[in-house]
């Protein structure tokens, strides 16, 4: 599943064809059995048999998701990667797709390999998380362990991003935030991606780039100094990973 629904429909086929075109290209049914088919997949994704006639716009953003759904599923798939699924979205609606795809993964029994930057949603859909930071995996562990308790100065700086619903609280948490550096352009010639903007970087950090390694049951972190502070050292961490 894409991030904008209306970028990847053809915006000259109607949801029957789009839907269709799925079941043709993979065998999946005949001409005969297509339409039962398509109406099916649509029951699935809570739309009524109506929308098979519709063009992609003549859809609101949710219903297009959720034909993006469907198409998806026409192919009966054990694993679904959803990329930013609801970004494009109201906030209203957002809630209405996401509880829809975790109805979908308890009754087809389906994993999901979700990629967002929406913390509360990647908590809510979440078992295992994988944060990256410049395509490395920085940190990775069951959502509890990761959110609530990041070893990773990055994974710190993503959840001190998002917003306290109180402002004295916001103004207290941030005024004690450490000053980082601003991004850079490219990834740093040598060393951890992250040191040019860690608050926490020490030479070490500049020199060897850190291996991904288990600071904690079940939770790994790619830090010298959080790995230093676990009792880690960078010897043992390299043969571990």
């Known amino acids: 599943m894409f991030q904008d629904p209306f970028s990847s429909l053809d915006p000259r086929l109607t949801v029957e064809r789009a839907l269709g075109e799925v079941l043709r290209v993979h065998g999946l049914a005949g001409r005969d059995r297509r339409p039962e088919r ?4 649509l ?8 929308f098979a006639a519709r063009y992609p716009h003549e ?39 996401m509880n829809l795809l975790l109805r979908l993964q308890e009754e087809l029994g389906l994993a999901f390999v979700f990629i967002s930057h929406d ?21 990775a562990g069951p959502f509890d362990g990761v959110l609530d308790n990041a070893l990773h100065p990055y994974t710190r700086a993503l959840a001190a991003a998002v917003p306290v619903p109180d402002p004295v609280l916001e103004a207290e948490r941030r005024e004690n935030e450490p000053e980082s550096a601003p991004a850079l352009l490219a990834e740093p010639e040598s060393g951890c991606p992250y040191h040019p903007r ?8 500049l020199e060897i780039d850190p291996a991904l ?5 079940g939770h790994l972190a790619a830090c010298h100094v959080a790995a230093r502070s676990a009792g880690v050292q960078p010897e043992d961490a390299a043969s571990m990973w």
């Open 38 to 41: 398509v109406n099916r997949l």
């Open 43 to 50: 029951e699935m994704v809570a739309l009524a048999p109506r």
């Open 59 to 97: 859809l609101s953003g949710g219903q297009a998701q959720r034909v993006a759904i469907a198409r998806a599923l026409a192919v009966e798939p054990r694993i679904l990667v959803l990329d930013e699924p609801t970004s494009a979205l109201d906030v209203s609606v957002r809630a209405e797709v």
């Open 119 to 139: 913390l509360g949603m990647v908590r809510h859909i979440s078992d295992d998380i994988q944060v990256m930071y410049l395509g490395q995996v920085v940190e």
């Open 198 to 205: 860690c608050p926490l970087a020490e030479q070490i950090c």
């Open 213 to 217: 390694v288990v600071l904690a049951p």
